[in-house]
């Protein structure tokens, strides 16, 4: 093992041979010497902090000049007037739709119609359009009244008396449509002096019952009325 001196004496000559380049990135790589020599005032970190991206946003020219009840009043306003214009939309578009969905004209027309009843003779029938179906009305005579009066309730088919089908008895009302398979009766025909209907023999007496045939009820009796100026009104 050789003596303390003579090590140290090789560690001085390898140092004394290491290439010049060597030495200087060894100081380069310590940072302590520079930092000792370099002015302070100087030096500037690697933290700079905030950037423009972080910064918080100045809203202050936006903010309103007014008192807080005069926004409050304003907004108010604004509110009122959205729901008052949004309200006449809806109503005027619940109104358009009621309008179109509603019945045209010449349906309305259709809804009633009105007969002269001084141009109908005592005996004698007449026929009229009324919601596309024909309608009988007929004059009777007091004999027709009384003929109807003395048949026996009872016997009928689809028993109904005859006050209970006229509100006056000289003039009787009836949709002339067959209540068998909907055919159109003749009237002053038939075995009982009332309406018959050839399509397949049904026969109704003076006040429209059915007494023979197919037919299972008695012909219907609309809705009508009787004005003041001497006029029958249907529907």
């Not at 609309?222 to 009104?233: I, Q, R, T």
Request: charged share 20%; net charge positive; with cysteine.
């Amino acid at each position: 093992m050789a003596p303390l001196p003579a090590l140290s004496r090789a560690v001085a000559r390898s140092a004394a041979r290491l290439p010049t380049t060597t030495t200087t990135a060894v100081r380069a790589v310590s940072s302590s010497p520079a930092l000792r020599g370099s002015d302070s005032s100087t030096y500037q970190s690697p933290f700079r902090g905030e950037s423009k991206s972080s910064r918080i946003p100045d809203f202050s020219k936006y903010m309103s000049k007014g008192s807080g009840a005069g926004n409050a009043l304003f907004g108010y306003f604004m509110v009122g007037t959205l729901g008052a214009i949004s309200a006449a939309g809806a109503k005027s578009t619940v109104q358009e739709f009621l309008v179109n969905m509603s019945a045209s004209a010449d349906v309305l027309a259709m809804a009633k119609v009105e007969v002269d009843l001084a141009s109908i003779p005592e005996g004698k029938n007449v026929i009229i359009k009324w919601r596309g179906k024909p309608v009988f009305i007929r004059h009777r005579t007091a004999a027709e009244i009384d003929e109807a009066n003395q048949v026996n309730v009872a016997s009928l088919r689809d028993p109904e008396s005859d006050e209970q089908r006229v509100k006056r008895p000289e003039w009787l009302v009836m949709l002339g449509v067959c209540t068998h398979l909907g055919c159109v009766p003749i009237g002053e025909a038939g075995d009982f002096g009332g309406w018959f209907c050839p399509c397949h023999g049904s026969h109704y007496d003076i006040s429209g019952r059915i007494r023979k045939g197919p037919a299972p009820l008695n012909l219907e009796i609309p809705a009508y009325d009787f004005s003041d100026d001497g006029k029958l009104v249907v529907g």
